[in-house]
């Protein structure tokens, strides 16, 4: 798919995902709107954490253990978008504290996987992974999109064929692609969603503030300081509902108490995002069999981290220059056959 600026570029999604690629689109020139019917932030990118944490996630989350190259070229990436955009990046690290033998199967993932790491009085330390603030980089991706051109609408999209979208209203609207960025949802938009099982996630959010510093990995649980500490996270396979679960999340009150005592008792708000993973842990992004749909979904925990590289990628396919040596990893038809 080769489109010239000036063309009409459908987002469906407004999330990390399809804010970063609507603002690239933006600015080459394309006539963008987004579509997303809820609240600004109110979706799995705005509830997340903010973790671009390359070593934690081939660590903790077995399924990514070999994506390191892939998520540290991501978080690469980070450097010059969020110099461009003033958004500040925490590069304070993950600290891993727990028991002996905890340790050490961190330890022996951290050498599998290939993460920088050192031993320390406390446990281990990576200075690999950094942090931003998810639902103020996302009200800033949302803004610089505005300004270069892009507009946001808040009805979801239905359909798209032949050159329209179908808006849940049931208006038509002319557009010469479609970028599909709902993380689990709008799976009516293109076949290869059928490969994304939906994963429920919750999170603590503290009132009690904590200093900053490395983000804290223990067994079960990370505690992400700041005036309120993020306490997660569930990982609900299969679930796509947003109703908070008290006896769920107790675990990780539990953990992040035993890990800092003086947590206890403090008063705590949770939040749920509903995310979408496929098989192997990485996103479905390229073009999909759906004549003139770009997928960019799929981002399992790792959305935040792979937003810029992804947003890149979409533009790409969409001009016709190289997607880069992802490109293979993340083919949206993959799993097909």
Do not use: C
């Amino acid at each position: 798919m080769i489109l010239q600026s000036g063309a009409r570029v459908a987002v469906a999604g407004a999330g990390a995902f399809g804010s970063a690629a609507a603002l690239i689109l933006s600015r080459l020139g394309f006539v963008v709107t987004v579509f997303d019917p809820a609240p600004p932030g109110e979706n799995a990118s705005g509830v997340a954490a903010g973790m671009l944490a390359p070593a934690a996630e081939a660590v903790f989350d077995k399924i990514s253990r070999g994506h390191l190259p892939v998520l540290r070229r991501a978080r690469e990436r980070w450097a010059p978008f969020a110099a461009d955009l003033g958004i500040t990046l925490d590069r304070g690290g993950v600290a891993i504290e727990g028991e002996a033998g905890f340790l050490d199967e961190v330890e022996a993932a951290l050498v599998e996987a290939g993460a920088g790491f050192t031993r320390t009085q406390a446990g281990l330390f990576s200075d690999e992974d950094w942090r931003l603030d998810a639902r103020q980089a996302l009200a800033t991706l949302r803004e610089a999109a505005i300004k270069a051109g892009a507009m946001f609408d808040g009805r979801g999209a239905a359909a798209f064929s032949d050159g329209r979208v179908t808006l849940e209203d049931g208006e038509v609207q002319p557009f010469d692609a479609l970028v599909v960025a709902t993380g689990g949802g709008g799976r009516d938009l293109a076949p290869e969603l059928a490969a994304l099982t939906p994963i429920k996630g919750q999170i603590l959010r503290l009132e009690t503030p904590m200093a900053g510093g490395p983000v804290l990995r223990g067994k079960g649980v990370y505690i992400a300081p700041g005036p309120r500490p993020a306490v997660g996270a569930t990982m609900e396979a299969g679930r796509d509902d947003r109703d908070p679960d008290p006896a769920v999340v107790e675990p990780l009150r539990i953990a992040a108490e035993r890990l800092r005592p003086e947590l206890a008792g403090a008063a705590a708000v949770i939040e749920v995002g509903v995310r979408a993973s496929t098989s192997d842990g990485l996103p479905l992004v390229g073009e999909s069999r759906a004549p003139g749909v770009i997928l960019a979904a799929g981002a399992r925990r790792n959305g935040w981290l792979l937003a810029p590289l992804v947003a890149d990628m979409v533009a790409a396919y969409l001009t016709g220059a190289d997607p880069g040596e992802d490109a293979a990893a993340f083919d949206p038809q993959r799993f097909e056959g």
